[in-house]
């Protein structure tokens, strides 16, 4: 639903203003993500847990009102930070075309967007899925209906206004209630491991977002926001393959390999995961390939083409990127949260770094390089690893 809203919504922005008006509400919206991913890949996913392990309603509701609590703490000095940056390095960030204030009010829009993320955790953790489908589909289509309805002059605003309306679902979750359990260990012990999540969250939360308006940002330096806007749409149209295998690895196998961790059938699920996960993605990637131009014409234009090598690296790179999720997720399952952490500089901040290191003579095919090269050594890194932690572990003992 996520993905089919934002095509809908790059599509329309194509018809609407071509490639530089894609990739100007891509930096705005990266800097919704970098105020809002430092709570919600961490904390966001905390409450999910927490409530999934708490039999009391009353303890669900005062849980999420300290993952809110939490989360704004950290999106907070995240925001003041961005904004100040935007303030001042407005045309680095966005081009010409978006003014100061916009990408101020980005940043503000970004603890907005906390809530949402924080009450669909809440709702997983419940396993209400009704509820979070319901959610998805707002979050689609309000920024649909702006960018079709907003005038020529404010559709980046309209959009970015559009990402904090669904803030509003946390008035039906919270309601009346106020009322916060009463001390004792259980409560005590449940907040402080709440807590912990902040740490992982705001480093990775911070990274691929962070990673995304500087890669942008370096390709429309070098070359142009044209191009900028072309890197966007390989990005969207290869993460209709990529999102999907993850979700897949993240609601399916991840699961199955926590239980089997410290057990024979842990490298059995694993070898499971990546043939059941890889080869499909290979092939859909390879389909998407081969039919590159009416794709990329129906979910932008005509003028969104790119040389078959072009398309072929970053499509390669996308592959290596769903490769590299298959460790990722097995060190998940082992709890090896350092190498999780120190992993995540080697994909899309290592992407960053090369374009910065190979900006001169910078073209669209060497920047597709660079993504495959970048998620080579990412997956190269995740793999070795898991086969160290396995070493390390003979009898099956399991990691903190």
């Known amino acids: 639903m996520g993905l089919a809203g934002r095509s809908a919504v790059d599509k329309v922005l194509t018809l609407r203003g071509g490639p530089e008006l894609v990739a100007s509400w891509a930096q705005l919206g990266s800097i919704i993500e970098l105020v809002a991913?430092?709570?919600?890949?961490?904390?966001?996913?905390?409450?999910?847990?927490?409530?999934?392990?708490s039999a009391r309603l009353d303890h669900q509701?005062?849980?999420?009102?300290?993952?809110?609590?939490?989360?704004?703490?950290?999106?907070?000095?995240?925001?003041?930070?961005?904004?100040a940056v935007s303030a001042c390095f407005p045309e680095a960030l966005a081009g010409s075309g978006v003014s100061r204030a916009l990408l101020v009010s980005s940043a503000v829009i970004g603890c907005f967007a906390v809530v949402p993320g924080m009450v669909n955790g809440y709702w997983l953790g419940q396993q209400r899925r009704d509820r979070m489908l319901a959610l998805s589909i707002a979050a689609a289509v309000l920024p649909l209906l702006a960018a079709v309805g907003a005038p020529q002059s404010g559709v980046l605003a309209a959009l970015?206004?559009?990402?904090?309306?669904?803030?509003?679902?946390?008035?039906?979750?919270?309601?009346?209630?106020?009322?916060?359990?009463?001390?004792?260990?259980?409560?005590?012990?449940?907040?402080?491991?709440?807590?912990?999540?902040?740490?992982?969250?705001?480093?990775?939360?911070?990274?691929?977002?962070?990673s995304m308006l500087a890669a942008r940002s370096i390709v429309s330096s070098v070359m142009s926001w044209h191009d900028a806007g072309l890197l966007q749409s390989l990005w969207r149209v290869s993460d209709w393959v990529a999102s999907v295998a993850g979700g897949i690895m993240a609601v399916y196998f991840l699961p199955r390999l926590s239980a089997a961790h410290g057990t024979p059938r842990f490298a059995l699920e694993l070898?499971?995961?990546?043939?059941?996960?890889?080869?499909?993605?290979?092939?859909?990637?390879?389909?998407?390939?081969?039919?590159?131009?009416?794709?990329?014409?129906?979910?932008?234009?005509?003028?969104?083409?790119?040389?078959?090598?072009?398309?072929?690296?970053?499509?390669?790179?996308?592959?290596?990127?769903?490769?590299?999720?298959?460790?990722?997720?097995?060190?998940?399952?082992?709890?090896?949260?350092?190498?999780?952490?120190?992993?995540e500089f080697l994909s899309l901040p290592l992407f960053a770094a090369l374009l910065g290191v190979f900006q001169d003579g910078l073209t669209l095919e060497r920047a597709s390089a660079l993504w495959l090269l970048a998620y080579l050594a990412y997956w190269l890194f995740n793999r070795t690893m898991v086969k160290r932690a396995r070493i390390h572990e003979p009898h099956g003992g399991r990691a903190d």
């Open 37 to 53: 991913g430092v709570a919600l890949a961490g904390v966001g996913t905390g409450i999910s847990v927490m409530v999934a392990q």
């Open 61 to 83: 509701q005062s849980l999420l009102r300290e993952s809110l609590r939490l989360g704004l703490a950290v999106s907070v000095p995240a925001m003041l930070a961005i904004a």
């Open 160 to 210: 970015a206004v559009s990402q904090a309306l669904p803030a509003l679902a946390v008035v039906f979750v919270i309601g009346a209630s106020s009322s916060t359990p009463g001390a004792s260990p259980q409560w005590e012990q449940n907040r402080r491991t709440l807590r912990r999540y902040v740490t992982p969250g705001v480093v990775i939360g911070v990274l691929t977002p962070a």
């Open 271 to 343: 070898r499971r995961t990546a043939l059941m996960t890889i080869a499909p993605a290979a092939v859909a990637l390879a389909m998407l390939f081969a039919l590159q131009r009416p794709v990329f014409a129906l979910l932008y234009d005509a003028s969104f083409r790119m040389s078959d090598t072009t398309v072929a690296l970053f499509f390669a790179g996308s592959l290596a990127r769903i490769a590299s999720w298959v460790p990722f997720f097995a060190l998940y399952a082992m709890r090896r949260t350092r190498a999780v952490t120190a992993g």
